[in-house]
Every structure is written in structure tokens, then in C-alpha cells.
T-cell receptor, first 114, second 111 residues
């Protein structure tokens, strides 16, 4: 089944404790992206990757890191999480960049930073 | 003025009614318009995609774009309880440009 998977789905952590949210897609997509979704603010892009070893900042990259060593995986790293990073996170992928390519979203990771 | 404006709702309508969901935008360069549907505890999924002005129909769903008014709409005919979800509009200026999402409208279809 073609899908985007994220892990973990739910995570409660404490300020400053490094964490990684994994994202994997099995559709051989070139483009991958991370969003956060907050009430009243909608979906905001954190980072995106046009292809392997190519990543770039989105609208709200502060406090986040990403890497794209393999085509299928695009982990999101929070080196020192803070409470303002409490949010619902979505990974998405599409065949290529560009709005004509449908973005497939993962199921989301709900992160709480205490 | 925000780039994309969308009423967050919630919008509650009885089953069978016609639903109208709308977004306005400020960037006249936008040419690609999308509607995503997001069920509770799920990621968004693409529902409709249109280019430039005009209408596009897919079953009970019709997407309408009025570029002169910078206004897009999604109509749902014969609404069903299974249509209850958050609907996000999205748009971009070119095929290679970033997609800008609206904040989403929560829709409840009452049985």
C-alpha cells in the first residue's frame, strides 16, 4: 500500500531532550516536506527536500533540523525542544515539487513538550 | 492582509444540504487551486485540483475559481455525515512554487 508513515504518533517529552520524528514513504517520491499544524495558524511548512541531500527551509524552520540521506526517509530532529514546539506535525511527499503533484500526508505526530 | 483567508467555522448543516466553503486570497499571481480534506486524527488528502478560473466537478463536489474576485469555493451537494471534516484550501502561483494553505474550515453534517 502506497503510504507515508510517521513515528511516533504521539510523544510527550520535556524541554531540552533531543528527539527525532521519523518519516518514510514507499512511493519513490522525490519531494518531501514537514509541516506543523496549530489551532488558528493552519499548516505551516518547516523544511522541505527536493531530493536526496537537498533540503531547504520553509516558513518556520527555527529549532528544527532535517536530513535526507535516502530517498524514502526524511527525519525531523528537535535538538532542544521547547514548549512552543508543542504541535501536530505532518510529513508529506509528492512525486516532484510543484503544485500539480499531489502531496500525500502522513497520519501526523502529536508532540507535547513540557 | 493575509495571503489566504478561510473562515475556520465550525459550519454545521443538516444532511442533504448543499454546502459552500470559501477562501479569499490576495496574491493575483495564484493560478493553481486545491482543496484538501482532513478527517479528525488524520493527515490532509487532496480532494480537488483546478487550474486558473472556472469550475471543476467530481461527483458531489464542485470547485469554483473566480480570479477576478480572488475567491474560490468548494460546493458539496447532497451532503453526508461522512463529509464531516476540516477542509483546507491551498494555492500556488506556478507549478514550481510553494503551496500556501488556508487555515481550514471545520464542517459538521448533522444526521
Amino acid at each position: 500500500e502506497a503510504q507515508v508513515t510517521q513515528n511516533p504518533r504521539y510523544l510527550i517529552t520535556v524541554t531540552g531532550k533531543k528527539l527525532t520524528v521519523t518519516c518514510s514513504q514507499n512511493m519513490n517520491h522525490e519531494y518531501m516536506s514537514w509541516y506543523r499544524q496549530d489551532p488558528g495558524l493552519g499548516l505551516r511548512q518547516i523544511y522541505y527536500s527536493m531530493n536526496v541531500e537537498v533540503t531547504d527551509k520553509g516558513d518556520v524552520p527555527e529549532g528544527y533540523k532535517v536530513s535526507r540521506k535516502e530517498k524514502r526517509n526524511f527525519p525531523l530532529i528537535l535538538e532542544s525542544p521547547s514548549p512552543n514546539q508543542t504541535s501536530l506535525y505532518f510529513c508529506a511527499s509528492s512525486l516532484r515539487a510543484g503544485s500539480y503533484n499531489e502531496q500525500f500526508f502522513g497520519p501526523g505526530t502529536r508532540l507535547t513538550v513540557l | 492582509q493575509k495571503e489566504v483567508e478561510q473562515d475556520p467555522g465550525p459550519l454545521s448543516v443538516p444532511e442533504g444540504a448543499i454546502v459552500s466553503l470559501n477562501c479569499t486570497y490576495s496574491n493575483s499571481a495564484f493560478q493553481y487551486f486545491m482543496w484538501y480534506r482532513q478527517y479528525s486524527r488524520k493527515g490532509p488528502e487532496l480532494l480537488m485540483y483546478t487550474y486558473s478560473s472556472g469550475n471543476k466537478e467530481d461527483g458531489r463536489f464542485t470547485a469554483q475559481v473566480d480570479k477576478s474576485s480572488k475567491y474560490i469555493s468548494l460546493f458539496i451537494r447532497d451532503s453526508q455525515p461522512s463529509d464531516s471534516a476540516t477542509y483546507l484550501c491551498a494555492m500556488s502561483a506556478s507549478e514550481d512554487d510553494k503551496i500556501i494553505f488556508g487555515k481550514g474550515t471545520r464542517l459538521h453534517i448533522l444526521p
